[in-house]
């Protein structure tokens, strides 16, 4: 397998990321009520884990000689001041990234690179804990 088809779900993974980082930081902004101060926090939080997330699939792609994007996905963001709504969105996108990292890491072990997979499994691990946390605050 050529890298190319690696690097195509890479940037997707990327453009993910970047929704997300926007996505959380405005609804950190514009969480409301009673359920400011936590989830103002845990938006926020994502933000970091985003940022970091999109750190290391820019890394890979490097890694691969490829060409990272900077275009978010254009899939819309929710504008809200509904903390439900505002976690369900959050539960979406978070399930839409294990999706995406769960076609990666095959893809990955196809090139054979071990350090590549671990920290790009580390990655997919976190997507999981996220989808388990949201679907546990949305009961």
Known sequence: MSSSKLIEALNEALAWELRAIAMYAHY????SGIHRIQLSTHFNNEVTESVQH???VRAA???LDGVAITERDTTPILHTSEYKEMLNEAFKTESIAVKTYSKILPLVEEVGDTELYDSLEVVYFDEQ???????MMLK
């Open 28 to 31: 950190s902004a514009y969480v």
């Open 54 to 56: 999109a750190s290391v």
């Open 61 to 63: 792609l490097v890694k």
């Open 129 to 135: 804990r996220s989808v388990e946390e949201l679907r």
